[in-house]
């Protein structure tokens, strides 16, 4: 754990008049006595840790007397972390995580919620799926900072030796990705594939089916109202299991039934598959690992089931910073940090310490010199118009289509969906069965969600 305490004569970036009348009200304003509050982020990289930690120190500066924890907790351990943290009333009074572990603190009560430095700061400079992900009772309990953004990582020069375009439906998907999907070393079996899906139960196989029900136009709940309407969504739900597990069969490596992040990543980026749904961190990897093929990488949207529609939705997420409850002091020392931190040259400097992984969830970052000056932007910039203007305009975590949901966490934190999408690849279960007993778990852990 480090513990800063930020020189006086550090100074921030100038920030626009929206930020400086959100620094200048009353209820913001930090009394004159010494305050200290706690700061836990979920990153861990030190690339990005760092960026953090000195943007810390120099906001920290700004207000006379003020000490930051400051402090990296491993996603792995942060929610026990947090439970022991809250039953002692130290919950952090800053935080840095995803969505899913928004849900869970507001669940316990344990946020104080941001709006008002949201519309201080300017509500409309804030991509709105990014809002309303974290909205609960005509509140924000989040702001966000960068998107996890899922969208087809494809081989340019392949589509090009076979003269394919970005498929436009699911149909065309599977043909690429069958014709792709050959034997180039001349040994009788297939050593390039069109199209990873990844099946590890934990985490990676729910991500990957959601990226099809979603754009299908499925949901868990009703965006609009809230309701639960998995079960009514059964049949979208069942094509979309069986496309996903005909794509695996016709255009995926076998082995990818039980493949994690880092699997489909490193097959990707070393020639083994020519398309994977995947969150820009091939790029990155790429560069360490295979240079040569950055200039072979291109994204398109996943598509829809018919090319006479758009995808109706993707499966994202992103990054939030999160303001615990606890006295109105700690709270409004915590609220004055934050708002520093969310000058646009900031914000995209924090996107860029992992760069095309997270792109900025607000417009006057994405648009910033800071961040378009960064060498993979640039190099990616196309790409980047494409996610940012495609995909993370509209997009779901499983189980907070309508704002936080605490059933985000319990997916996550089990393997049912993982388990039921395994048994019908290996053609244990049918797609059918499969789903009526997702929707039986789902509706079962929303049971004990309620009981709490």
Not at 264 to 275: D, K, T
Not at 355 to 370: D, G, H, L, Q, R
Request: net charge negative; hydrophobic share 40%.
């Amino acid at each position: 754990m480090l513990i800063s305490k930020t020189p006086n004569h550090m100074r921030g970036f100038v920030r626009g008049a929206a930020l400086s009348a959100l620094l200048g009200t009353a209820s913001l304003a930090l009394p004159a006595n010494a305050e200290e509050i706690s700061f836990w982020t979920n990153l861990t990289t030190a690339s990005q840790a760092d960026v953090i930690k000195k943007q810390v120190d120099v906001c920290a500066a700004e207000q006379d007397g003020l000490a930051v924890k400051f402090e990296t907790v491993p996603f792995g351990s942060m929610y026990t972390r947090l439970i022991t943290a809250m039953r002692n009333g130290n919950t952090p009074n800053i935080m840095n995580t995803i969505e899913g572990a928004v849900a869970f603190v507001q669940a316990k009560d344990g946020l104080a919620p941001v709006t008002d430095i949201v519309d201080q700061l300017g509500r409309d400079d804030f991509l709105p799926s990014y809002l309303n992900a974290v909205a609960k009772n005509g509140e924000i309990w989040g702001l966000p900072d960068w998107a996890l953004h899922q969208a087809v990582w494809y081989r340019k020069d392949l589509f090009e030796e076979i003269g394919a375009a970005a498929p436009t439906s699911w149909p065309e998907l599977l043909e690429t990705a069958a014709k792709l999907t050959r034997d180039t070393n001349g040994d009788g079996a297939p050593d390039l594939y069109g199209f990873a899906v990844p099946m590890s139960r934990a985490l990676v196989a729910p991500q990957t089916y959601f990226q099809f029900f979603y754009a299908a136009g499925g949901t868990i709940f009703d965006p609009e109202t809230g309701e639960y309407v998995f079960d009514q969504h059964r049949d979208v739900a069942i094509d979309s299991l069986e496309y996903m597990i005909e794509l695996y069969k016709k255009a995926s490596p076998p082995a990818s039934l039980e493949w994690a992040w880092g699997d489909f990543r490193n097959a990707y980026v070393q020639g083994q598959v020519a398309m994977t749904n995947e969150w820009g961190a091939v790029v990155l990897i790429a560069a360490e690992q295979n240079p040569d093929m950055l200039e072979k990488m291109g994204v398109f949207a996943l598509p829809a089931p018919t090319s006479d529609k758009k995808p109706a939705a993707s499966l994202n997420g992103g990054y939030y910073y999160l303001v615990g409850k606890s006295t109105p002091e700690k709270e409004a020392a915590s609220k004055k940090l934050l708002a520093c931190m969310y000058a646009p040259e900031r914000v995209a400097e924090r996107a860029n310490s992992r760069p095309i992984f997270a792109v900025p969830a607000t417009k006057s970052a994405f648009n910033s010199e800071v961040f378009q000056s960064n060498e993979y932007v640039k190099r990616f910039w196309p790409e980047l118009e494409t996610i940012f203007n495609e995909v993370m305009n509209s997009w779901y975590r499983y189980g907070q289509e309508a704002g936080l949901n605490p059933l985000t966490g319990q997916i996550e934190a089990t393997t049912f969906i993982g388990d039921a999408i395994q048994n019908v690849a290996l053609g244990k279960q049918t797609a059918e069965a499969a789903i009526d007993s997702i929707d039986g778990k789902l509706q079962y852990q929303l049971e004990v969600i309620g009981n709490r």
